[in-house]
């Protein structure tokens, strides 16, 4: 059955107040459940295809199987429970509802996931997670039990790249290493054991599984590194008070957009100090053609990438050029 078919019935039984859905021998079909917004269950036994849940608002599914990539994908309420195991980005972006998994999940669980007030999403994984979990979160509760108790570390690296908000629980050992950037731990306090409590004791209850661990000293708490962890990625490259560059070892963005390589900045300082013929000759040094192109033809690629563009505008480099060059003919080796 083609899957926008297959989700057309779905929708025409729960609107006939029907509570429940069964469907069998399911094999790849994308977008079960996407977008419903009446309650009611999704009974699937087989493999489900990519985007499980999608955009769901308020129903329940439940897979007795695996389930392939994106389940969850941008939920808003609901809950979806898979009997096996599921694939990559499993509770992408999703706002809200809970998702619970009985077995591995692969790359980037959690990405993107968020909250807002009282909706918080649950993402519980009962085995394995691979590199990049938690992402780039925003919100919600993501937890990963490792039931099977398997050696080493139950998540890959880049734990928790990127993670502004939300919290990752994570039961096994987990390596300094292995965060990603702006990650760190954090001590549990009352309110994360209160959550794995009743996020545990459901978790347990839905896949009839048992989950004897304590929450208070099973568990790896893993959030953001303090209130704007990236606020120094995006400032200006301009030190605001003193209004000079903050390009410390490295190329300046004028001489990095030169065609030739010229270091205006020394050119400037030269100027500065008064050294007008030492700066013709150092940029005889870059150009054969300083004075037929240097301030005239030339579009100044210099003056778009000024640092100081943003703060008070960018140098005039041409007129400088212009006004600095004349009394001297280029420099040329004998």
Known sequence: VYYR???????????????????????????????????????????PGQDLGAFMNG???????NAQDGVG??????????HGKAGEIPGHSMRGGKIFIKGDVEYRAGIHMKEYL?????????????????EYMAGGKLVVLNLADRPGSPVG??????????????????????????????????DDVAFLVTALAEYSADLAVEVP?????????????????????????????????RHLNMTPPCTFNCPSGIPTPVFLNLIKDGKSREAQLMMDEYTPFRMSVCGTVCPAPCMEA???????????????AREYYPDFDPVRSA
């Open 5 to 47: 078919m297959l989700n057309r019935r779905i929708r025409e039984c729960l609107s006939r107040e029907n509570d429940e859905v069964l469907l069998s021998n399911v094999l790849g079909q994308r977008y079960i459940g996407g977008g419903i917004n009446t309650p009611g269950k999704i009974m699937i036994h087989g493999t």
């Open 59 to 65: 129903a329940e599914i439940t897979v007795f199987g």
């Open 73 to 82: 994908n941008t939920m808003n309420a609901g809950k979806i429970v898979v």
């Open 118 to 134: 009282d909706q918080v999403p649950w993402l519980v994984i009962g085995g394995t997670a691979k590199d990049y979990c938690g």
């Open 157 to 190: 690296y880049s734990v928790g790249t990127g993670i502004h908000g939300g919290a990752i629980y994570v039961r096994g050992p987990v390596a300094d290493f292995q965060l990603g950037p702006g990650a760190i731990f954090t001590a549990m306090d009352n």
């Open 213 to 245: 661990f304590d929450p208070e000293t099973d568990f790896l708490k893993i959030t953001r590194r303090g209130h704007r962890p990236f606020e120094k990625l995006y400032t200006p490259g301009m030190n605001i008070k003193s209004q000079s560059p």
């Open 306 to 320: 000024c640092s100081r563009g943003g703060l008070d505008g960018a140098l005039d480099i041409p007129r400088l």
